[in-house]
């Protein structure tokens, strides 16, 4: 069995799945080490890998991302980006765009070297990294070592052409379509990435590796020997470039736990308010819009009457503490994956890995998309009538008790065929076949 390095963005998002699969890869027999930023060193003890620190990128997300402690510029980006957030689906892009220079490829220079001594002191015969952490793959190119690709959300992350833009949806939901002309600027600023990272690869691949082929067009970089999607395999996604194995995995995440006596107790006392219980949680950055919590929490506790509340408000629990009551529990975190073995819908942003665990638990969604690829996910959540989206810098607790009967009411008979094949995959069917790409491919070919 191969010898393999798993590195991962500091960002819990990203870190908690590849970790998984960092996991699975050892429980199938290979020698793993997970590479990540010192404060995730506990996902590689409970994947029973070793630990790499390895810090790919100056920005960082250890759960909630408002409480992780980052440098001034660091957290003036990111009220910069939650700002833009309030201001609609493109503002939220084009704000991402101005900030993917400092996110994406802060130090190429010493990624390189940690890297290159990564190498040479564990002698991997594989790495596996994030699609989204170029600096990771432009110095695996540069080096010419076997990779394979994780992609941790949309699987449009993998750009299908020269159409295909990172930083565009490729397909909208209808409660959110931006103007024209709001389209355009995010195209053009798209476009403008584009060509000033492919520029930078070049350039760096020229000087540190210049015999090695040019890395081409920068954000389309991702390994020729197999590709590994955290999604399902729905017939409408964009058609994948040829040449790597593509393993859409359904989901990757591990069985959930068992929830602790304290979160049995707030359940049996929720269920003894109300006949429903609806999770509401907008990720790792999204909890800070507390205006929208607000409004969800609210059209909940007031329109629907049979249905109580459990809220993940990160770093705004505080300012939403007078939510809570005998149909709501307002906390930091939650643990998601457990509760969704027990609550009839979620209320979620379309992050891939809530679109993905809802749908391994066969719970209906209503989606809020903000940013970076949720419009997309929205979109196939729609689509794959997994859900219903709303846009939420429009909704109204009005609207919210409507949507969720329209979940119930019209509930679609694909949803638990959709779930059933998400469930029939995962990290344990991910890593045998991503196991078999390996040894077909070989180390180094």
Not at 19 to 24: C, F, P, Q, R, T
Not at 128 to 154: E, I, K, M, R
Not at 299 to 326: C, F, I, M, P, Q
């Amino acid at each position: 069995m191969p010898r393999v390095v798993v590195v991962s963005p500091p960002f819990l998002s990203h870190a908690q799945p590849l970790s998984v699969l960092a996991g699975a890869l050892r429980g199938r027999g290979a020698e793993v080490h997970f590479a990540c930023a010192p404060a995730f060193e506990h996902l590689a003890r409970q994947a029973g890998a070793g630990f790499v620190p390895l810090s790919v990128t100056r920005n960082a997300n250890t759960g909630v991302a408002e409480a992780t402690r980052q440098d001034a510029r660091e957290a003036e980006r990111l009220r910069e980006f939650l700002d833009a957030t309030r201001e609609g689906a493109v503002a939220a892009l084009l704000a991402q765009a101005r900030h993917r220079r400092a996110d994406m490829l802060a130090d190429p220079e010493g990624v390189l070297e940690a890297l290159r001594a990564t190498d040479r002191r564990l002698r991997p015969d594989w790495y596996v990294v994030d699609q989204l952490s170029y600096p990771v793959t432009l110095a695996l190119h540069c080096l010419g070592l076997p990779y394979a690709t994780f992609c941790p959300g949309h699987p449009s992350y993998v750009l299908s052409g020269p159409d295909a833009w990172f930083g565009v949806p490729y397909a909208w939901p209808d409660a959110v379509r931006p103007d024209p002309a709001g389209l355009e600027e995010l195209s053009g600023a798209a476009q403008a990435n584009d060509e000033a990272f492919t520029a930078l690869f070049a350039a760096f691949a020229r000087e540190h590796a210049p015999s090695r082929p040019a890395p081409g067009r920068a954000f389309a970089l991702t390994s020729p020997h197999a590709v590994v999607h955290a999604y399902p395999e729905l017939p409408w996604l964009p058609t994948p470039p040829q040449g790597p194995v593509r393993l859409f995995t359904g989901h990757m995440a591990a069985p959930p736990a068992a929830l602790d006596a304290q979160w049995e107790a707030r359940l049996k006392e929720l269920r003894g308010a109300a006949s429903r219980v609806v999770l509401v949680a907008l990720g790792t950055f999204l909890s800070a819009r507390d205006d929208v919590l607000r409004t969800v929490v609210t059209g909940v506790l007031e329109g629907l009457r049979d249905t109580a509340v459990v809220v993940a408000a990160g770093e705004r629990t505080a300012s939403l503490a007078d939510l809570a009551g005998d149909r709501a529990v307002v906390v930091p975190s939650v643990p998601q994956q457990a509760l969704l073995e027990h609550v009839d819908a979620m209320v979620h942003h379309g992050g891939g890995n809530s679109f993905t665990e809802c749908l391994r638990a066969g719970v209906p969604a209503l989606v809020l998309p903000f940013s970076s690829d949720q419009f997309s996910v929205a979109y196939d959540a729609q689509r794959s009538g997994a859900g219903v989206v709303r846009d939420p810098n429009t909704l109204a607790s009005d609207d919210v008790p409507a949507a969720l009967e329209t979940l119930w009411a019209d509930a679609d008979p694909r949803l638990p065929w959709l779930s059933g094949a998400v469930r029939g995959r995962g990290p344990g069917w991910a890593a045998e076949e991503l196991l078999a790409a390996m040894d077909g491919r070989g180390a180094g070919s």
